[in-house]
């Protein structure tokens, strides 16, 4: 019998672990074999093979992650942007048509605006802060709509109260990428989503170590998505799985310090006289400041902000930092800084880059978890250098 937890922190140990545990291991083992005996299965989704996401590596994660949000059921991949890909391809065909967030992650934008108009699916942007204007671009054969929780790069927070609702008043399938609050901060479907799309590589796993993604959602949905994903291939190896597994149980002590952590960073920065903007819903100045305190638990560890001087002036800042790593990607342990417009954003046009509000001097932070007050020192002697 399955048993069922209160608290988040307990839900991240306990969820979905296998009962009675595996010849006693308290550690889950991997089961690196890419077939499994055949034991009169009568679908082809259910034989036990790697590439069908069904090994017992796989369906612990399954398990957690559905607890996490309060969902029926779950699906991991082998990153963020197959889980993204996968379901939208299940949601939309050809001649479908889809609302999308207008400020999304650049591989996400490029996914709708290039690959999904190849087979034939037709989108429209809608401005995630005016759901008054949502209803003059539905159109009859409008499918979905897609949206993020905090929007990559300019951590925006659209009206999600209205995303559902409008979904649901029409008949469409509620799509949002959680992954910038991590469930910790915001369970999407237990709010009314029908699915939350998840890039594990960031904080859910947490190390910087593994590249997944994750779909948690109805039984029926996911269904539907999993054969899909056995399908088109996007599967995830039992090891890193059991990384995934592994990161996943430290989740809730990593976001409750990069919250708090990440929040003292922004203050800071905001008062500095060399930072013209900082983005981060969790200053009372921002914008979605309100919205954001009414919808989540905690700001998350994402921030982003501009120096006096531009791009220059990023540059030689982020060259200034003696803490941070300067690369790609968020969510790990180690601080992160990246300029988007030449990372997770390059595949824009710089005009649509600008047009959004994405400057080339833009930098994106990834709070990490070391000592705030030393983070704060470096970038103080950084700003002055």
């Avoid at 109805?218 to 890193?240: A, F, R, V």
């Avoid at 220059?312 to 941070?324: H, R, S």
């Avoid at 005009?351 to 978890?369: N, P, T």
């Avoid at 070391?370 to 470096?378: H, N, P, Q, R, V």
Wanted: with cysteine; hydrophobic share 35%; charged share 20%.
């Amino acid at each position: 019998m399955s048993k069922e937890f209160k608290h988040f922190e307990t839900k991240l140990i306990h969820s979905g672990e296998p009962e009675p545990r595996i010849n006693g291991a308290v550690s889950m083992p991997i089961f690196q074999s890419a077939n499994f005996e055949y034991a009169g299965e009568a679908s082809y989704h259910d034989l036990k093979y790697i590439r069908l996401n069904n090994t017992p590596n796989h369906i612990v994660l399954h398990q957690k992650l559905a607890a996490l949000e309060n969902a029926e059921a779950a699906l991991v991949t082998a990153s963020g942007m197959a889980a993204i890909s996968t379901s939208l391809l299940t949601i939309l065909s050809s001649g479908d048509h889809l609302l999308a967030q207008d400020t999304l992650y650049g591989g996400t934008h490029s996914l709708i605006t290039k690959d999904l108009v190849s087979y034939g699916i037709s989108y429209d942007f809608i401005d995630g802060d005016r759901p008054e204007t949502w209803q003059e671009k539905l159109k009859p054969n409008t499918k979905a709509i897609y949206v993020e929780s905090m929007t990559n790069p300019l951590l925006q927070v659209a009206d999600l109260h209205s995303v559902v609702q409008f979904a649901k008043s029409h008949d469409l399938i509620s799509l949002i990428d959680n992954t910038f609050p991590s469930p910790y901060n915001f369970r999407a479907v237990d709010f009314g989503f029908d699915i939350s799309l998840h890039s594990c590589t960031k904080y859910l796993n947490g190390h910087s170590d593994i590249v997944g993604g994750a779909v948690i959602g109805s039984c029926k949905l996911i269904e539907k998505i999993t054969h899909k994903l056995n399908h088109l291939g996007g599967s995830m190896d039992p090891h890193t799985c059991f990384l995934l597994h592994r990161g996943i149980k430290t989740l809730a002590v990593r976001m409750k310090h990069q919250n708090d952590s990440t929040g003292k960073i922004a203050q800071f920065l905001q008062l500095h006289s060399k930072i013209t903007k900082v983005n981060y819903p969790g200053l009372e100045s921002s914008s979605g400041h309100q919205r954001a305190r009414e919808l989540f638990d905690g700001f998350s560890g994402m921030l982003s902000f501009e120096l006096s001087g531009g791009l220059e002036a990023a540059e030689q800042f982020m060259k200034n930092t003696t803490l941070p790593i300067i690369a790609p990607s968020l969510g790990g342990v180690e601080t992160l800084l990246t300029i988007p417009a030449i990372t997770s954003h390059a595949g824009m046009t710089r005009e649509d880059r600008q047009q959004l509000g994405i400057k080339d001097g833009l930098i994106r932070m990834s709070v990490g978890i070391e000592a705030t007050e030393e983070i704060i020192d470096d970038f103080k002697q950084a700003l002055s250098s």
